[in-house]
């Protein structure tokens, strides 16, 4: 008999050693419920990048690429005149190409194409649409991009990121209640990368003469989202 209370005494202090760091572990883990919130702040932008292209073709290299050079002198100086700053301008590109009627061969030439690429970083939007209709006016004949943005994406950012943890927290509120339970304190908050940016307002590859020039681009407002997941502590 002794022999045996023996061995169930052994049995039960294995048990318990071998359970105690479960039980600990289980004791150590809240109860949680994670959710993700998130918002969006619309903005009015206040700084427009805007990408052109000047292309010129002819039979005599030399003069498509004077002809070239003339109409980005005159794009560069209009660009000044509506107070772009010279920092602020940059020509980002130069292609020089021979064309032909059948792509590759050397049969056919139909003459050199020079194009460039001018970046303007323009600051004062109220003077936009009369200098995206000069320029083209003044010989820039592709408009490759434009882009508003606002200089302050770290102010409305922090704005974003802040309405989207008060929704974390009134979801997490609501799911909890619908189970009887209480939201506690928050146990881990993780900043999600969120894929929609703050672009809405970009307008890519358009073709551009200088008979477009009556037409306007309009301004509107910029979207600077945030998305978060939070972790609460349940009660």
């Known amino acids: ?4 209370l023996r061995r169930v005494v052994f049995a ?3 048990i318990m050693i071998f359970a105690a760091p479960l039980w600990a572990l289980e004791r150590s883990t809240p109860r949680l419920i994670t959710v993700t919130g998130e918002a969006e702040v619309q903005v009015a932008p206040n700084q427009a990048i805007l990408t ?5 073709w002819d039979r005599d290299l ?4 004077r002809e070239n050079d003339e109409r980005v002198k005159g ?3 209009l660009a000044k005149k509506y107070g772009v700053a010279s920092g602020h301008i940059r020509v980002d590109h130069i292609n020089i190409e021979p064309r032909y009627n059948n792509g590759e061969g050397r049969e056919g030439f139909v003459g050199y194409r020079v194009r460039k690429t001018i970046v303007l970083t323009v600051q004062h939007l109220s003077k936009f649409n009369d ?7 003044a010989g820039a004949n592709y408009v490759d991009g434009v882009q508003f943005r606002t200089t302050k994406l770290r102010e409305y950012r922090d ?5 989207a943890l008060k929704a974390a927290k009134e979801k997490a509120k609501n799911m909890a209640k619908e189970l009887g339970q209480k939201v506690g304190r928050p146990y881990s908050i993780v900043e999600e990368q969120y894929e929609k940016g703050m672009a809405p307002n970009v307008i890519q590859g358009t073709g551009g003469s200088s008979g477009e020039a009556d037409k306007c681009v309009a301004l509107g407002q910029i979207s600077v989202n945030a998305r978060v997941r939070v972790s609460f502590e349940l009660r």
């Open 62 to 65: 030399g003069i498509a690429k």
């Open 75 to 77: 794009v560069l100086d």
């Open 12 to 14: 039960f202090i294995l």
């Open 52 to 56: 052109l292209g000047v292309e010129t």
């Open 1 to 4: 008999m002794k022999k045996v």
């Open 159 to 163: 704005q974003a990121r802040a309405l």
């Open 131 to 137: 200098l995206l209709n000069s320029v083209l006016e």
